[in-house]
C-alpha cells in the first residue's frame, strides 16, 4: 500500500466517523483500513484517532494531517480525473423517495448501468431526507425547498400538491367547491407533520378548515388506493396521481387553491473536486428527468 493510499484511507475515517463506513465506501475490508491507519500512525509516530464509545474522531494531530491531506488527496484525484477520456468507474450511492425512485430513477439508474460497466450503484428509496455526508450518499433526488445552502443542486423540474378523489365518492358526497366545504368530506390525511393540515393558497386568512377523517396512513401507496376505492380526498403530488388523473380513477379538486409548485432537484455535496462518476449521472439523469410528463418545467 503506497503512501498516497495510506492518506487516501486516513481522510476517509475521518469523513465517515467510523472504520467499518470507511471500509465500506473504500470497498476495503475493515482489517485492511485498520492496518492502513496503524501503519500511518506508527509511521508519524504520533496517535491520528481517538476513539469514543459512539464514534471515531481526529485527535489534534489527526485533525492537522487531515487538513492537509484532504487538499493533497483531493488535488490528486481532481488531476486524475480531468485526464482526457477519464473513466467513469466507481460505487454511486442514490437515494430517492419511494414512489418516485421506483417509478422514475430506478429506470434511468438501469440505463445508466447499461452505458457505464466499470460503475455500481446502491439504490436507497426512502421518504426521509438523510444527510448526505452522514450517511455517505452521492446523489439525491429531493423534491421541495432545499434547506442547506452547502449543497449543490440541479433543478430537473417541479410538482405540485393536489387534492384528488374518485368518481364514485364525489357522486355519493358531491363536489367540494371551496376549501371550507371539506369540513363535511372524508380527508384521507397522512401521519406526519404537513400531512396532517393542508394549506392553500388564495383561501381568506384565518384558521384552515376542521378536516375530518377516520382513516390515517404515513404510506403514501394506502392513501392513494383509499381514494381510488372511494374512501375519502386525498392531498397527494402531481406525479404520485398522474396515471390515475389519466385514466379518470381520479378527479383533480381545488384547482384554485393549489399552492405554488415545488422545485425537484438532484443533490450532491458540492462542485469542488468531484469525481466524474457523480457527474456523469447528474448529466445522465438530469436530461431524461427533464423530459418527463410528471416533472412541469414551472
Same mark, same amino acid.
Request: hydrophobic residues 45%; aromatic residues 4%.
Given at each position: 500500500?503506497?503512501?498516497?493510499?495510506?492518506?487516501?484511507?486516513?481522510?476517509?475515517?475521518?469523513?465517515?466517523? $467510523?472504520?467499518?463506513?470507511?471500509?465500506?465506501?473504500?470497498?476495503?475490508?475493515?482489517?485492511?483500513?485498520?492496518? *492502513?491507519? *496503524?501503519?500511518?500512525?506508527?509511521?508519524?509516530?504520533?496517535?491520528?484517532?481517538?476513539? +469514543? +464509545?459512539?464514534?471515531?474522531?481526529? $485527535?489534534?494531530?489527526?485533525?492537522?494531517?487531515?487538513?492537509? =491531506?484532504?487538499?493533497?488527496?483531493?488535488?490528486?484525484?481532481?488531476?486524475? *480525473?480531468?485526464?482526457?477520456?477519464?473513466?467513469?468507474?466507481?460505487?454511486?450511492?442514490?437515494?430517492?423517495?419511494?414512489?418516485?425512485?421506483?417509478?422514475?430513477? =430506478?429506470?434511468?439508474?438501469?440505463?445508466?448501468?447499461? +452505458?457505464?460497466?466499470?460503475?455500481?450503484?446502491?439504490?436507497?428509496?426512502?421518504?426521509?431526507?438523510?444527510?448526505?455526508?452522514?450517511?455517505?450518499?452521492?446523489?439525491?433526488?429531493?423534491?421541495?425547498?432545499?434547506?442547506?445552502?452547502?449543497?449543490? =443542486?440541479?433543478?430537473?423540474?417541479?410538482?405540485?400538491?393536489?387534492?384528488? =378523489?374518485?368518481?364514485?365518492?364525489?357522486?355519493?358526497?358531491?363536489?367540494?367547491? +371551496?376549501?371550507?366545504?371539506?369540513?363535511?368530506?372524508?380527508?384521507?390525511?397522512?401521519?406526519?407533520?404537513?400531512?396532517?393540515?393542508?394549506?392553500?393558497?388564495?383561501?381568506?386568512?384565518?384558521?384552515?378548515?376542521?378536516?375530518?377523517?377516520?382513516?390515517?396512513?404515513?404510506?403514501?401507496?394506502?392513501?392513494?388506493?383509499?381514494?381510488?376505492?372511494?374512501?375519502?380526498?386525498?392531498?397527494?403530488?402531481?406525479?404520485?396521481? *398522474?396515471?390515475?388523473?389519466?385514466?379518470?380513477?381520479?378527479?383533480?379538486?381545488?384547482?384554485?387553491?393549489?399552492?405554488?409548485?415545488?422545485?425537484?432537484?438532484?443533490?450532491?455535496?458540492?462542485?469542488?473536486?468531484?469525481?466524474?462518476?457523480?457527474?456523469?449521472?447528474?448529466?445522465?439523469?438530469?436530461?431524461?428527468?427533464?423530459?418527463?410528463?410528471?416533472?412541469?418545467?414551472?
Amino acid at each position: 500500500m503506497d503512501r498516497l493510499d495510506e492518506l487516501a484511507i486516513f481522510v476517509r475515517i475521518v469523513e465517515e466517523g $467510523s472504520l467499518a463506513r470507511a471500509a465500506a465506501r473504500l470497498r476495503r475490508s475493515p482489517p485492511a483500513v485498520t492496518r *492502513a491507519l *496503524a501503519s500511518l500512525e506508527d509511521r508519524i509516530g504520533l496517535r491520528l484517532i481517538d476513539r +469514543t +464509545t459512539r464514534r471515531l474522531a481526529p $485527535s489534534e494531530a489527526g485533525r492537522a494531517l487531515y487538513d492537509r =491531506a484532504r487538499t493533497l488527496v483531493a488535488d490528486y484525484e481532481a488531476a486524475t *480525473a480531468g485526464a482526457p477520456d477519464a473513466p467513469v468507474r466507481g460505487l454511486l450511492r442514490i437515494t430517492a423517495p419511494v414512489q418516485f425512485g421506483r417509478r422514475h430513477i =430506478a429506470p434511468i439508474v438501469a440505463r445508466f448501468l447499461d +452505458t457505464h460497466d466499470g460503475v455500481e450503484i446502491e439504490l436507497l428509496l426512502g421518504d426521509r431526507n438523510i444527510d448526505l455526508i452522514e450517511e455517505g450518499v452521492d446523489i439525491a433526488l429531493r423534491i421541495g425547498p432545499l434547506a442547506d445552502s452547502a449543497l449543490s =443542486a440541479r433543478l430537473v423540474g417541479h410538482v405540485r400538491r393536489l387534492w384528488v =378523489a374518485s368518481p364514485t365518492y364525489l357522486k355519493r358526497r358531491g363536489m367540494p367547491r +371551496t376549501p371550507a366545504d371539506l369540513t363535511h368530506h372524508e380527508a384521507l390525511l397522512g401521519t406526519l407533520r404537513g400531512n396532517t393540515e393542508w394549506q392553500f393558497a388564495g383561501a381568506r386568512r384565518g384558521a384552515p378548515p376542521r378536516l375530518n377523517g377516520r382513516l390515517r396512513a404515513d404510506d403514501v401507496e394506502t392513501r392513494l388506493r383509499a381514494a381510488r376505492e372511494g374512501r375519502g380526498i386525498a392531498q397527494l403530488l402531481s406525479y404520485q396521481v *398522474a396515471d390515475e388523473l389519466a385514466s379518470g380513477r381520479l378527479v383533480r379538486l381545488l384547482q384554485a387553491f393549489e399552492r405554488p409548485p415545488l422545485p425537484v432537484h438532484l443533490v450532491t455535496k458540492g462542485r469542488a473536486h468531484r469525481a466524474p462518476k457523480i457527474d456523469a449521472f447528474v448529466d445522465f439523469a438530469a436530461r431524461r428527468l427533464a423530459a418527463l410528463p410528471v416533472l412541469s418545467p414551472a
